[in-house]
């Protein structure tokens, strides 16, 4: 991770929870217009296979709030 995106990332988890939907909404929007038919085809194969690890329990998700606090370990 570069300096100036994790300095972003910093940013971004300061911000209200709305906020923070607002900015992955717009984030998600431009990346999936820039997404190729190829990435595309990629990226639904990636979430079939954990979905289907998760409902198969080989897989435990993370809660949001445990997520945030290891980023603020990781990004200090």
């Known amino acids: 991770m570069t300096a100036q995106l994790a ?3 910093r940013a971004a988890l ?4 709305e906020a923070k939907l607002s900015l992955a909404e717009q984030l998600m929007a431009v990346a999936v217009a820039e997404t190729s038919p190829e990435h595309e085809a990629a990226w639904q194969t990636g979430v ?3 979905r289907e ?3 198969s329990g080989r897989v435990q ?3 949001g709030n ?3 606090r290891s980023l ?4 200090g």
């Open 66 to 68: 445990e997520v945030e």
């Open 48 to 50: 079939q296979r954990r």
């Open 14 to 17: 300061t911000l209200s929870p």
């Open 7 to 9: 300095e972003l990332a």
């Open 53 to 55: 690890e998760v409902l």
């Open 61 to 63: 998700l993370v809660p």
């Open 72 to 75: 603020d370990r990781l990004l």
